[in-house]
């Protein structure tokens, strides 16, 4: 599969918006499948600031979004060994201490 960058991705989207052609003609003349031209062009409007970031990379909403879930995870993780000492005591009948 042919990966295309950034800046041809952007040309193409505004190829479509400025040139007053449709996007079938645009796709021909570029040499991309009509299929591919239309999901650039829906992906640039659904975020114009950051249409297209590139393969394994996040959007930053995506990102801090990921990053608070590992540290909750982790958090989780954590506090589960910390206290599970103090349930096993508690289960074996004996009195609760810090």
Known sequence: MKQYDKEFKLHAV???????????????????????????????KEDPSTPYVGSGNLKLDAKALRDLE?????????????????FRRMKAGSTWRA
């Open 14 to 44: 505004q190829l479509v918006s400025e040139s007053g052609k449709p996007a079938s003609q645009v796709a021909r003349e570029l040499g991309v499948s009509q299929k591919t031209l239309y999901g650039w062009v829906t992906k640039f």
């Open 70 to 86: 590992r540290v909750s995870q982790s958090d989780q993780t954590r506090c589960t060994w910390r206290t599970l000492p103090t």
